[in-house]
């Protein structure tokens, strides 16, 4: 079935820099997610991404955080600076349509460790 | 506050035995309700999906799962399972917005 690759499956980085999360997501898809897991925890919500622009985010979804996908490329996720709390798994999914019962395709995660 | 509870975090069934993952929702709406899996190293993928008609809908692999509104639940059945269904499994659930709200998951394990 179609795939979502998440590059890399695993990043280490110092508290304080930055850090870039990269997301290939399937070819047509138009809508864009992250969500991040918290070792131990639930998924949450992060962001949606939609025609260039943010269309929903949570209260995760940090001033240090951003999102873009620049000519079609990658769809990526931007923490600058990085803090301890953001070490967690991040999924990047994308569909086809934006409505509430349309099927995400998710990649396998980005295990992202603060140190 | 809308929630999603997976009480199990580890259920271990024989091969061939039948299976039931449990989950529960709290939501104020009209509810889309999602079953995902994860087997190892690979991204989430949809089991199933219900928003409206036959309560009990069917999946990918013979997966199955139930809507009970009196309930709040929506539990993922198999008849019988295989050592290939060894994965992560989630509940989630959505509402009007975009956002996919999820349970903690439960890991499947399958004894030979």
């Known amino acids: 079935g179609p795939k979502v690759l998440q590059i890399p499956s695993h990043q280490i980085i110092d508290m304080g820099q930055m850090v870039t999360l990269n997301c290939d997501p399937v070819s047509n898809h138009l809508y864009f997610y992250w969500y991040k897991q918290i070792l131990g925890q639930q998924m949450e919500f992060l962001v949606n991404f939609y025609n260039g622009k943010v269309m929903e985010k949570s209260k995760l979804f940090k001033d240090q955080f951003s999102v873009e996908r620049p000519d079609g490329s990658y769809f990526t996720l931007k923490i600058q600076p990085t803090a301890l709390e953001d070490s967690a798994v991040y999924f990047c999914a994308s569909s086809l349509e934006g409505t509430s019962q349309n099927t995400l395709y998710f990649g396998a995660g980005t295990r992202l460790s603060v140190l | 506050a809308q929630s999603v509870t997976q009480p199990d975090a580890r259920v271990t069934v024989s091969e061939g035995a039948s299976l039931q993952l449990r989950c529960k929702y709290s939501y104020s709406g009209t509810p889309y309700l999602f079953w995902y899996v994860q087997y190892p190293r690979q991204g989430l993928q949809l089991l199933l999906k219900y928003y409206s008609g036959d309560p009990v809908v069917q999946g990918v692999n013979g997966f199955e799962a139930e809507f009970i509104k009196s309930n709040s639940s929506f539990h993922l059945r198999k008849a019988s399972v295989h050592w290939s269904d060894s994965a992560v499994y989630f509940c989630?659930?959505?509402?009007?917005?975009?956002?996919?709200?999820w349970g903690s998951g439960t890991k499947l394990i399958i004894k030979p």
């Open positions: 989630a659930v959505s509402g009007s917005n975009y956002q996919l709200i």
